[in-house]
Nanobody
Framework: QVHLVESGGGSVQAGGSLRLSCVAS????????MGWYRHAPGKYRERVAITITDRSANIGYSINLSYPVKGRFTISRDLDKNAVTLQMNKVEPEDTAVYYC???????????????WGQGTKVTVSS
Protein backbone atom coordinates (compact mmCIF):
# COMPACT_ATOMS: atom_id res chain seq x y z
CA GLN A 1 0.00 0.00 0.00
CA VAL A 2 1.19 3.49 -0.87
CA HIS A 3 0.30 6.76 0.84
CA LEU A 4 0.73 10.20 -0.70
CA VAL A 5 0.63 13.18 1.65
CA GLU A 6 0.23 16.63 0.13
CA SER A 7 0.79 20.03 1.69
CA GLY A 8 0.98 23.66 0.72
CA GLY A 9 -2.41 24.58 -0.68
CA GLY A 10 -4.27 27.71 0.32
CA SER A 11 -5.46 31.08 -0.90
CA VAL A 12 -3.36 33.56 -2.81
CA GLN A 13 -3.92 36.66 -4.88
CA ALA A 14 -3.35 36.65 -8.61
CA GLY A 15 0.30 37.15 -9.43
CA GLY A 16 1.44 35.52 -6.22
CA SER A 17 3.14 32.21 -5.51
CA LEU A 18 2.40 28.93 -3.79
CA ARG A 19 4.39 25.77 -3.30
CA LEU A 20 2.80 22.33 -3.16
CA SER A 21 4.67 19.35 -1.78
CA CYS A 22 3.94 15.65 -1.83
CA VAL A 23 5.70 12.75 -0.15
CA ALA A 24 5.08 9.10 -0.92
CA SER A 25 5.53 6.30 1.60
CA UNK A 26 4.66 2.64 1.95
CA UNK A 27 5.53 -0.49 -0.01
CA UNK A 28 7.57 1.32 -2.64
CA UNK A 29 10.19 -0.45 -4.70
CA UNK A 30 10.55 2.43 -7.13
CA UNK A 31 8.55 5.31 -8.57
CA UNK A 32 8.22 5.52 -12.34
CA UNK A 33 6.55 8.92 -12.39
CA MET A 34 5.31 11.49 -9.93
CA GLY A 35 3.48 14.73 -10.51
CA TRP A 36 0.41 16.90 -10.12
CA TYR A 37 -3.10 17.01 -11.53
CA ARG A 38 -5.87 19.47 -10.82
CA HIS A 39 -9.63 19.46 -10.87
CA ALA A 40 -11.41 22.78 -11.23
CA PRO A 41 -15.18 23.17 -10.70
CA GLY A 42 -17.08 22.26 -13.84
CA LYS A 43 -14.00 20.93 -15.59
CA TYR A 44 -12.32 17.58 -16.08
CA ARG A 45 -9.28 16.63 -14.07
CA GLU A 46 -6.19 17.66 -16.00
CA ARG A 47 -2.51 16.98 -15.72
CA VAL A 48 -0.48 19.99 -14.58
CA ALA A 49 3.07 18.72 -14.42
CA ILE A 50 4.79 15.39 -14.15
CA THR A 51 8.29 14.03 -13.61
CA ILE A 52 9.25 10.75 -15.25
CA THR A 53 12.12 8.83 -13.71
CA ASP A 54 15.03 8.61 -16.12
CA ARG A 55 18.32 7.61 -14.57
CA SER A 56 20.17 8.63 -17.74
CA ALA A 57 19.04 12.24 -17.32
CA ASN A 58 21.32 14.65 -15.49
CA ILE A 59 18.78 15.20 -12.73
CA GLY A 60 17.45 11.63 -12.82
CA TYR A 61 14.10 12.48 -14.34
CA SER A 62 12.44 14.29 -17.21
CA ILE A 63 9.76 16.95 -16.87
CA ASN A 64 6.52 17.57 -18.68
CA LEU A 65 4.56 20.75 -18.03
CA SER A 66 1.11 21.40 -19.41
CA TYR A 67 0.72 24.34 -21.76
CA PRO A 68 -1.36 26.54 -19.39
CA VAL A 69 1.36 26.53 -16.74
CA LYS A 70 4.52 26.68 -18.83
CA GLY A 71 6.64 29.65 -17.88
CA ARG A 72 4.83 29.99 -14.54
CA PHE A 73 5.05 26.67 -12.71
CA THR A 74 8.05 24.45 -12.11
CA ILE A 75 8.22 20.93 -10.79
CA SER A 76 11.07 19.19 -9.03
CA ARG A 77 11.59 15.75 -7.60
CA ASP A 78 13.61 14.39 -4.71
CA LEU A 79 14.33 10.85 -5.84
CA ASP A 80 15.79 9.78 -2.51
CA LYS A 81 12.84 11.05 -0.46
CA ASN A 82 10.09 9.98 -2.88
CA ALA A 83 8.89 13.56 -2.96
CA VAL A 84 7.75 16.04 -5.58
CA THR A 85 7.27 19.78 -5.37
CA LEU A 86 5.23 22.10 -7.53
CA GLN A 87 6.29 25.73 -7.44
CA MET A 88 3.45 27.89 -8.65
CA ASN A 89 4.40 31.42 -9.67
CA LYS A 90 2.36 34.19 -11.29
CA VAL A 91 -0.79 32.34 -10.40
CA GLU A 92 -4.04 33.24 -12.12
CA PRO A 93 -7.68 32.83 -11.06
CA GLU A 94 -7.89 30.04 -13.65
CA ASP A 95 -5.44 28.06 -11.52
CA THR A 96 -8.09 27.70 -8.82
CA ALA A 97 -8.67 23.98 -8.33
CA VAL A 98 -8.06 21.03 -6.08
CA TYR A 99 -4.56 19.79 -6.81
CA TYR A 100 -3.82 16.09 -6.56
CA CYS A 101 -0.45 14.40 -6.32
CA UNK A 102 -0.09 11.22 -8.34
CA UNK A 103 2.64 8.60 -8.30
CA UNK A 104 3.06 5.56 -10.53
CA UNK A 105 4.70 3.12 -8.19
CA UNK A 106 6.37 -0.26 -8.52
CA UNK A 107 5.44 -2.10 -5.34
CA UNK A 108 7.44 -4.29 -3.03
CA UNK A 109 7.84 -7.21 -2.96
CA UNK A 110 6.08 -8.50 -6.08
CA UNK A 111 6.83 -5.49 -8.30
CA UNK A 112 3.24 -4.90 -9.20
CA UNK A 113 2.24 -1.44 -10.38
CA UNK A 114 0.04 0.97 -8.47
CA UNK A 115 -1.30 4.35 -9.55
CA UNK A 116 -1.56 6.21 -6.25
CA TRP A 117 -3.34 9.51 -5.59
CA GLY A 118 -3.14 11.97 -2.74
CA GLN A 119 -6.21 13.32 -0.98
CA GLY A 120 -6.02 16.66 -2.76
CA THR A 121 -5.15 20.15 -1.62
CA LYS A 122 -7.24 23.18 -2.50
CA VAL A 123 -5.75 26.20 -4.21
CA THR A 124 -7.80 29.37 -4.52
CA VAL A 125 -6.55 32.33 -6.54
CA SER A 126 -8.41 35.61 -6.16
CA SER A 127 -8.30 38.41 -8.67
Amino acid sequence: QVHLVESGGGSVQAGGSLRLSCVASGDIFSINAMGWYRHAPGKYRERVAITITDRSANIGYSINLSYPVKGRFTISRDLDKNAVTLQMNKVEPEDTAVYYCKAIVVLRPQHGRDDSWGQGTKVTVSS
